[in-house]
């Protein structure tokens, strides 16, 4: 058996306004990049209008209750 010769499909002749596409593309998401970033930089720079409360507490030390018992050992040779 043998197979059928297939020829290649002709190619299109490159289209010219491909050229500006792509660089158009670009320029959208660096846009949209930068709007966001001018978003979050806003967001982040609003500050709460209730202010900021500090509460400073010193915390005392417990006693330690003394010990029991204490216990020598020494070795005799």
Do not use: F, I, Y
């Given at each position: 058996?043998?197979?059928?010769?297939?020829?290649?499909?002709?190619?299109?002749?490159?289209?010219?306004?491909?050229?500006?596409?792509?660089p158009l593309i670009w320029l959208i998401a660096i846009v949209a990049v930068f709007a966001v970033g001018?978003?979050?930089?806003?967001?982040?720079?609003?500050?709460?209008?209730?202010?900021?409360?500090?509460?400073?507490?010193?915390?005392?030390?417990?006693?330690?209750?003394?010990?029991?018992?204490?216990?020598?050992?020494?070795?005799?040779?």
């Open positions: 058996m043998s197979t059928p010769l297939t020829t290649r499909p002709e190619r299109r002749p490159p289209r010219k306004h491909r050229g500006w596409v792509r001018l978003a979050l930089g806003g967001a982040l720079h609003d500050n709460p209008t209730g202010g900021t409360q500090t509460l400073v507490r010193t915390l005392k030390p417990l006693a330690v209750p003394p010990a029991r018992e204490t216990v020598t050992v020494t070795r005799s040779k």
